[in-house]
Structures are given as structure tokens and as C-alpha cells.
């Protein structure tokens, strides 16, 4: 007989579906937390999930009471309501054995381990009425979930708005913005949506890359008791600048014997490496010859390549991320990138932050990447060590320099601190541009108001190379425009 929820039950366990399918790292699903255990904002974010659990468990074992913990006693929206709601409550129910499974898996490298957990898990919710088809589907998909906030939260710390923004991003990016469509379309299907990292060097565009890569959905072969493959083989990846247009051909799809000089052995290049569950890092996007943006347009279209000097077909079916340093602006419009190759590589662009912005959004970012790194460096927690190196850093170079190698500099300038006891900063003149002058320039609060507009403006113009862009963009006429843009340009020479 088909059971009905009551209305205060109806009403509790939308907002547990709705927390369900929240992006995790969204301030949406916080709210959506608090209201379910009707708890306080000042609550941390542990004792917040693990009072928001206990609370749904709690009122899952009510159901059980009553003889109503099968999905199939239930109809319509009551039965997507309860399918959420008991798939909530096993994810939790099982969630420390995923995450102890992710170091191992780390551990063991590319050999997929055994899940010893799996039969529980598996015949939990098919006492709840799952199918054993969709319960091997959610025992994977959990994983995935897991991952993926393992790696985006782990790898890519900062509390600043801008960092938490990428987060969500980045979840956003390997699950969509609404996990039930994912779920019910597009979990195997994702390969085609591409994803552009911008930032400037040093951000964290392939440690972000590296996050979304390492969490795409992978099923669970059940005859061997692990997943299909591990992982550590989802994430490639090939930075573009660093061969020689003669070499990257090779290095993307790999030669055979005999195709060239010096090919003195089968050679396989990142697309063959790349498993069908897993992702394709190519940095430097914008280094890449207009013939090589050809081919790579091919096979992310048609899902096939062959190596150098054979004709034999290779499918490739993972996903593509790729990323530029470079003002994306400036490789569209010089036609550096091609049209086509952009609407090919974007159905997502995620911005990555640079250090300075995230420092003037939050004092404590600074701070946390210290004892990250520092933690990172001599293989356990020091404050007195993060205490140390932010005291002189806060002299030298100062709180207000601008970090232009961004984290990648910061993980220097401890090293050198360790090694010298200080950190002069990177000021040469290449690494400081325009816009880090400007931003410098706010932040000391010296810069008058005619000098901010005429720098600015001549900011946009070296991205947009024309009057009318800037002037479209500032909505200030083009002669005065043309005048700010000359001032700037005198006051330099
Ligand atoms: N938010 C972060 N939290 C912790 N570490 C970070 C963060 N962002 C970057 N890092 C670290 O900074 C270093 C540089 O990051 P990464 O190589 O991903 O930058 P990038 O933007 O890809 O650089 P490039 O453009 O030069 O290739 C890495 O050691 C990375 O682990």
C-alpha cells in the first residue's frame, strides 16, 4: 500500500533533498543545513554536518518505525522526495569509509584497490528498495561525490569570496549546477563539456584542473570488488610551451616507430594515456600553432586520432581542460586562438584568482597558504614556523606587495626564508603589470583620481587595442578617452 508523508515530515524531508543536491561549497546549502537541525551560523562547519545528520538519521529511523523506509511504498513526488532522503542518509552512513578509501587508493597509485565495504553498502540500499542496478549506480556516484570534495577542498584552501567562488565552480564544473540532471543524464556523459582555466601564473590552474580531473565518475565493477580503475590514472597532462612545434604533435598523440628521425620506438602521446573516466590537462593553450589547434579541434569532435606516421584510429574519451596565463581577450582577437577551437574548449570558463586579490579580500589568506605550505614543506603543522615566516614577510616584502609569481612564488619565498631568513619580493618590471600597478596604487590609497581613470583606461586598451572598446566599456566618450589613454602613454615615455 503506498504510504503517505505527513505534512511536517513532507516538509523536513524536502529540505533534506534540497541540501542533497546542493553544491557543497554554495553558501545555499549552509542556509539549508542550519534550517534542517535548527542550528546557529556561529556553528562550525564539522559540528554543523555531523548535528545535520544525526538529525536526518534520526527522523529516517522514525520512518522505520512506522514500516516506511522502502522507496517503492511510496508514489510521485513523495517518492523522489524519500529516494533523496534515504541515498542522504547512506552516503553519510558510509562516508568515512569512502574518505578512508581515497588515501589508499593514493597509496596503491594506478592498481584499482579493493572496497571492502561494498556488499554493506550496496545491500543497505537495497533494503531500501533500490534496484541492485541503481544501487551499484549510487555506491559509485557517492564515491565520485566524495572525491571530488576531497580534492577540491584539500587541494585549493583559502577562505577569501574568490576562492570560495571557485570552489563552487569547480564542483559545479564536474557535476552541473543541479546534481539530479546530472544524475539523470549527463553522469556518462560529460566528456564533451570542456573546461578553460584563465589566471595568471602560479593561481592554481592545474591543481584545479588536477581536482576536476581526478572526479569524474568511474563505475564500480563489482566481479572484481573495486572500482574499474583507479583514480590516479584520471588526470594527464602536457604543458604546451614547453616543446618545440615539431615535438608537440608526438607528445599529444604519440608516433610510431620509424614516422620521423629519431623515432626509434612506438611513443604514446597524453591522449592515449588518458583513461575514459579521466581528463586531458593542456596548459598553455595559447602557445599552440593554429595546424596543432586544427588536429586538436578534430579529436575533441570527433573523438578520434591517430599517432604520427600511422593511419591506425585511436578514440579518446575523456574530457578536455585546458588553460592560458595570457589575456584570453588578446589570443581571440589577435586570432591566436581560433574561433572555432574556442567554442569547442569552453562550454565552461572558471577564473582563478591571483594571490593579491585573494589577500585584499580576506587578511587570513595569507596566513592559511603560509601554514599550508609550510606544512607541505617539512611534513607536519609549525604555527610558530607560519608565525615567523608572515612576521617577515610583513616587512619585507610588506603587506602590500602584489605577489606577482602568486602561489607558486609565496611556496618560493618560504623556502627562501627557511634558507636566508628573508624575501626581498619579485620586482622586476616584466612580472608587474599594468593592472598590479593600478591595484598596488588603490591599495596604498596614492593614486589620483585623473591618473586611476587614465591608467585604467589605457589598461583596457592595450586588451581591447581600439578607442571604442574602451569607450563602450567605460561609457566615457572616445575623445576622452583617446585623451586619458595619451596621458598614460606620456606620462610612461
Ligand atoms: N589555493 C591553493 N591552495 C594551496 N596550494 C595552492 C593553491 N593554489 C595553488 N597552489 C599551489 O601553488 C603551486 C602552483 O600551482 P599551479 O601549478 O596549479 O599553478 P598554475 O596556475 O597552473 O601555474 P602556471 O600558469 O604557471 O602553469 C602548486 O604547488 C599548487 O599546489
Redesign the pocket.
Known amino acids: 500500500m503506498t504510504k503517505h508523508l505527513s505534512s511536517r515530515d513532507r516538509e523536513f524531508f524536502t529540505l533534506v533533498r534540497a541540501a542533497a543536491l546542493a553544491n557543497p561549497f554554495s553558501d545555499e546549502r549552509v542556509e539549508i543545513d542550519l534550517k534542517i537541525a535548527g542550528l546557529p551560523s556561529s556553528i562550525s562547519p564539522k559540528d554543523r554536518i555531523s548535528r545535520l545528520t544525526r538529525e536526518v538519521h534520526t527522523r529516517v529511523n522514525n520512518l522505520a518505525e512506522k514500516q516506511a523506509v522502502n522507496i517503492n511504498q511510496y508514489a510521485g513526488e513523495d517518492r523522489l522526495i524519500m529516494e533523496a532522503v534515504f541515498l542522504f542518509d547512506y552516503f553519510h552512513q558510509f562516508i568515512e569509509q569512502f574518505d578512508r578509501l581515497i588515501p589508499r587508493q593514493i597509496e596503491a597509485g594506478e592498481k584499482s584497490v579493493k572496497v571492502p565495504f561494498y556488499r554493506d553498502a550496496i545491500s543497505f540500499l537495497q533494503k531500501k528498495g533500490f534496484s541492485d542496478d541503481s544501487a551499484l549506480h549510487y555506491f559509485a556516484m557517492s564515491y565520485q561525490l566524495r572525491r571530488a570534495f576531497f580534492f577540491i577542498d584539500h587541494?585549493?584552501?583559502?577562505t577569501s569570496p574568490c576562492?570560495k567562488a571557485l570552489r563552487k565552480s569547480l564542483w559545479n564544473n564536474v557535476f552541473t549546477h543541479n546534481l539530479g540532471l546530472y544524475n539523470e543524464y549527463l553522469w556518462n556523459r560529460m566528456e564533451d563539456f570542456s573546461t578553460m582555466?584563465l589566471?595568471?601564473?602560479?593561481?592554481?590552474?592545474?591543481?584545479?584542473?588536477?581536482a576536476v580531473g581526478r572526479s569524474g565518475f568511474i563505475p564500480f565493477d563489482e566481479k572484481k570488488e573495486c572500482f574499474a580503475q583507479s583514480f590516479t590514472r584520471s588526470f594527464v597532462s602536457l604543458?604546451l610551451s614547453q616543446f618545440p612545434e615539431t615535438l608537440i604533435e608526438s607528445e599529444l598523440f604519440g608516433h610510431k616507430k620509424g614516422a620521423f628521425t629519431g623515432a626509434s620506438e612506438d611513443y604514446q602521446g597524453i591522449f592515449d594515456c588518458c583513461s575514459p573516466y579521466g581528463s586531458i590537462f593542456l596548459?598553455?593553450i595559447g602557445e599552440v600553432s593554429i595546424p596543432i589547434q586544427i588536429k586538436l579541434l578534430q579529436v575533441i569532435q570527433e573523438r578520434t586520432f591517430c599517432p604520427v606516421g600511422s593511419h591506425e584510429k585511436r578514440r579518446f574519451e575523456g574530457r578536455v581542460i585546458a588553460?592560458t596565463?595570457q589575456p584570453f581577450d588578446k589570443l581571440r582577437e589577435q586570432r591566436i586562438l581560433r574561433d572555432d577551437f574556442f567554442y569547442r574548449l569552453c562550454s565552461d570558463i572558471i577564473i582563478?584568482p591571483p594571490l593579491r586579490q585573494r589577500i585584499q579580500e580576506s587578511a587570513a589568506e595569507l596566513d592559511d597558504?603560509l601554514a599550508?605550505?609550510i606544512e607541505r614543506i617539512i611534513g607536519k603543522p609549525s604555527r610558530e614556523l607560519a608565525q615567523m615566516a608572515a612576521q617577515i614577510i610583513a616587512r619585507q616584502p610588506g603587506t602590500n606587495y602584489l605577489w606577482p609569481g602568486?602561489?607558486?612564488e609565496?611556496?618560493q619565498c618560504v623556502r627562501r626564508i627557511f634558507v636566508k631568513g628573508k624575501y626581498e619580493g619579485d620586482h622586476s618590471p616584466a612580472k608587474t603589470s599594468l593592472n598590479s600597478i593600478l591595484a598596488d596604487a588603490v591599495n596604498k590609497g596614492n593614486i589620483d583620481a585623473q591618473s586611476l581613470l587614465s591608467g585604467y583606461c589605457f589598461m583596457l586598451y592595450q586588451q581591447h587595442k581600439t578607442f571604442e572598446a574602451v569607450a563602450g566599456i567605460t561609457r566615457l566618450d572616445r575623445r576622452t578617452v583617446k585623451k586619458y589613454i595619451l596621458q598614460w602613454q606620456e606620462k610612461k615615455e
Open positions: 587541494s585549493l584552501i583559502g576562492m582555466l589566471g595568471e601564473t602560479g593561481t592554481g590552474k592545474g591543481t584545479a584542473a588536477m604543458n596548459d598553455e588553460a596565463n582563478v597558504l599550508h605550505t602568486n602561489v607558486r609565496l611556496e
